[in-house]
DNA sequence: CGCCGGCAAACGTCCGATGTCTCTATAGTG
DNA sequence: CACTATAGAGACATCGGACGTTTGCCGGCG
């Protein structure tokens, strides 16, 4: 279990140390292979490793690349990661949440453009014209809080967040939602969110964006316990 | 570039449906290739992939079988990304943990018990005397914040804060608080953060995390900024 | 009852061949 | 001269088979 996997640490410390900065073509395969002193097969597996995490890109019929090494590409595996979570780790999920996006809220109101806010007040609209419709609903949601934090200027934080709030558990959330009839209700957590923001009111956002992130984990243990007893 | 992405995304949906659970055996390399119209080379590709995201865990001579898919294991493939972000990046990865860290740290102040503490207080003595060694004080500096963190009980947050922390990112600030004679006091600030823990005081410790992460990025900033000056 | 050796199963590695896609340079055309 | 179509080379994608190595298991032996 040696050589492949040598071939990855390798590969990975030359990009590390400026070996192989971004944008650089790796040798064929055969010759790294030869390189490393290991079958191509073994090359290929490694480079599938590294690929999977963003970190080479193999363009078929040209050549393999050291991708831009941009937190957007690299922390993209926490979305796959947490979405196979087991269900009794997603409320761990959300105490992080609890933590990090009032955090990253409050800083976006302090850094929030006009611009930034117009969009915002799109895809509330958006959201309310959606009510009923769940894809759509969970789609808004989604650019909604991703609009929000990404006007931090932090990709780093906003990619974490992103992958935190994972498709299935966003989903999970929102069909408690609707299926408690609270779907309206988060929606104005949304507009109080919203209008914190244009105040420009750090701790407001703050506040309550907590209270929207309280919302989705209370719905979700409901969830969550109705699944368990389904047993 | 579809049949191996395609095998990949099958053995990831069958574990996310619950059709392989945790501690699964999959079928041996040549059944599995057949199951799903590959050769055997691409199976293999796809379950090194899985395997490196700790999805799966390949005991040569035995078989494969599906992890505990535990948030430690899951979670771990964030270390080696933040590991390769761009200088430029890190920054951004500071501010994250200057939002995180002190949440986490005031809620161990609610959640620890006394043999927490005592091992905290072994490890900050023990940090005392690693003072000048600058191998050492990495160690016991991440042992001390991954011990503070460990405590919430809640392991989704501890693997994101300590992939977030990556031995790289570390040691950099280290090598500025050496340097710059601040070793000794940024030791203090870890009493500091002792303390109020000890005291059960969730607002005190979440302030002193504060300002020891901030002393971390003003650190890390120095180095950074030498690093980049010196072209 | 416990130890030990051998067998079978499964992963690790390698090799060679063929298919398919990209890029590029070149020849041809208007 | 500029543009386009095309042929070729280069590179990854996939396959099939062969052989080595490790592991787990089971039966035999002391």
New interface residues.
């Given amino acids: ?1 040696a050589l ?1 996997d040598d071939a ?1 640490a390798k590969i ?1 410390s030359m ?2 140390s400026g070996e192989l900065p ?1 944008g650089t073509r790796l040798p064929p395969e055969p010759q790294l292979a030869a390189q490393m002193g290991l079958s191509r ?1 073994g090359v ?2 490694a480079v ?2 590294l690929e ?2 963003r ?1 080479l890109d ?1 363009r ?1 019929g040209d050549g393999t690349y050291v991708t831009s ?3 957007r590409l ?2 993209q ?2 979305g ?7 269900d009794d ?1 997603l409320l ?2 959300m ?2 949440r609890r ?2 996006e009032p ?2 809220t409050g ?1 976006a109101a302090l850094r929030m453009t006009d611009a930034d806010l117009d969009e915002l007040g799109q895809i509330l609209q958006d959201m309310r014209a959606a009510a009923g419709d769940a894809e759509k609903l969970i789609q808004f949601d989604a650019a909604f809080h991703h609009t929000v934090v990404a006007t931090t200027g ?4 906003t990619s ?1 967040l992103d992958g935190l709030s994972g498709r ?1 558990l966003r989903a999970r959330v929102w069909r408690g939602l609707i299926e408690g009839n609270a779907a309206h209700q988060t929606i104005e957590e949304h507009h109080t969110i919203y209008l914190a923001l244009r105040a420009r009111d750090q701790l407001l956002a703050q506040a309550s964006a907590l209270l929207h992130v309280n919302t989705s984990e209370a719905w979700l243990r409901t969830v969550l316990g109705a699944t368990s007893s389904d047993r």
């Fill in positions: 279990m492949t990855i990975r990009i590390q971004p097969s290929r597996e599938k490793v999977s995490a970190v193999v078929r090494l941009a937190p690299l922390l595996g926490l796959v990661a947490v979405e196979l979570l087991r780790t761990e999920v105490e992080v933590m990090l955090m990253a800083l932090n990709e780093t934080l974490l299935t």
